[in-house]
């Protein structure tokens, strides 16, 4: 299946809201349970003039349905990039497809980005494998949170991308 990134847009926020509210999504993105979706609308609403943040909605080029999201943030000097797929379409390879149009984007788009950046849990074998097939390297550098869904203090494991 082929994919492209659109912008999220009002148009589009019932297929993100329900990705956002699929058992496997809110388990990576570390939230306990599903969205309230007034409360996420508004969120989404504060998204789309937030100079700092860009979110995609990954659609499948045939049919036009989303099958996943992607994130850019701007840091200082980074973008920082986050990607998820709706479990239905888990296993299809289609988080390798977001990962390489996110930082494509980011290279065509922000020339002067001296770093991009991802944080996987240490748990999330299938991201780190995606990020290490799209030339992301692990750091060694880790963040520690408390991940709701074990209730446990964890951590997380910083890539970079390497041909900068």
């Known amino acids: 299946m082929e994919i492209y990134l659109s912008n999220l847009t009002r148009e589009s926020f019932k297929e993100f809201f329900f990705i956002k509210c699929e058992k496997e999504n809110i388990y990576w993105t ?9 409360k996420f609308y508004k969120w989404c609403e504060e998204q789309l003039n937030n ?10 080029i045939n049919d036009d349905i989303a099958v996943g999201y992607g994130y850019i943030d701007f840091k200082k000097d980074s973008i920082e990039i986050s990607y998820a ?6 296993g299809q390879g289609l988080g390798n497809d977001i990962v390489r149009l996110l ?4 290279i065509e788009k922000y020339k002067e980005v001296k770093e991009i ?13 995606c990020l290490l097939r799209n030339n992301f390297k692990e750091t060694g550098e880790i963040k520690i949170v408390y991940f ?9 494991l910083k890539f970079n991308y390497l041909p900068f």
């Open 103 to 106: 930082v494509r984007h980011c």
């Open 117 to 129: 950046i991802a944080w996987v849990f240490r748990d999330n074998i299938r991201s780190k494998r």
């Open 51 to 60: 100079k700092n943040r860009q979110i995609f909605i990954a659609r499948s």
């Open 30 to 38: 570390n939230y306990s349970d599903k969205p309230n979706e007034k």
């Open 85 to 90: 797929i709706s479990s239905k379409f888990i």
């Open 148 to 156: 709701r869904a074990n209730k446990c203090i964890t951590y997380m």
